[in-house]
């Protein structure tokens, strides 16, 4: 299997380093635009350059993809690869210190995810969500996940929320800092956990999906500090509603987290 050199791609410890690399914190693309100088918006570069070679700590190449995916998906959440941008493998490869061909890869998975947009001999094309389509993903997200907790509200113990406490405090802290990509993960990761208490691994993958597309690009679950913060609060605030039994808060806390939907 091919081996390339990912000492720049970052890893999932530091998601918003990879972001600031795609920003233009290495040399080569223009800072503003993104873009390899002379290039046109939207425009294929066909000359760019090699990615540099590492003077080692190779790894394999899905390895290497699902670094540049984690970088990527960090970019999309911070704002760092524009809706309605195009974006060529080899010039994001040039950026990220690795070829483009785990770049392509991990485009292909973002595709999937209705991140971008495939343009055949050109690169791809960062979605563009508007306040409709983000509201529209919110109603289906509250639709799945309202019913759902409020089932676990009457079952699970009380003590096996507590367990949860530290994954709501994660999100509080990252929304504190700024830390766009950082919450966006811990988000995740807490709605992930409290739906995986379900038992059912079918309505977790939806889930999780929904939740992943709604959070991108730029639009994420809120674009200020403070909304951030508010938003963060909800999940420490649900957890204790959840150990104290109250199931009128439970409800009102998980509609008001959708937007105001009934659950």
């Not at 791609?9 to 290495?26: I, K």
């Amino acid at each position: 299997m091919e081996e390339v050199p990912v000492e720049q791609a970052g890893t999932r410890g530091d998601a918003a380093t990879p972001a600031r690399v795609l920003a233009g914190h290495s040399p080569g693309p223009d800072r503003a635009s993104g873009r390899v100088p002379g290039q046109a918006r939207g425009e294929h570069a066909h000359g760019e350059p090699p990615a540099p070679r590492a003077a080692s700590g190779a790894v394999r190449r899905h390895s290497v993809r699902g670094q540049v995916l984690d970088a990527l998906r960090a970019a999309l959440v911070e704002g760092e690869l524009t809706p309605g941008e195009v974006y060529s493998a080899p010039a994001l490869g040039a950026r990220l210190g690795v070829s483009a061909t785990p770049v392509r890869e991990a485009m292909q998975q973002l595709a999937l995810e209705g991140a971008v947009e495939v343009l055949p001999n050109r690169g791809f094309r960062v979605s563009e969500r508007g306040p409709r389509e983000l509201a529209e993903l919110a109603e289906v997200r509250a639709l799945i996940e309202v019913p759902v907790m409020l089932r676990l509200a009457r079952t699970v113990p009380s003590g096996r929320w507590d367990t949860l406490r530290p994954m709501a405090e994660a999100t509080v802290e990252a929304a504190a800092t700024g830390d766009l990509a950082g919450y966006a993960e811990r988000d995740r990761a807490f709605h992930r956990s409290v739906l995986a208490l379900s038992g059912n691994e079918q309505l977790l993958a939806v889930a999780d999906a929904l939740h992943r597309r709604s959070q991108w690009p730029a639009g994420g679950p809120a674009g200020r500090r403070a909304d951030l913060v508010a938003d963060a609060f909800e999940h420490t605030a649900l957890l204790d509603a959840l150990v104290a039994g109250d199931l009128t808060a439970v409800r009102t806390l998980v509609r008001d987290h959708f937007g105001g939907a009934e659950g």
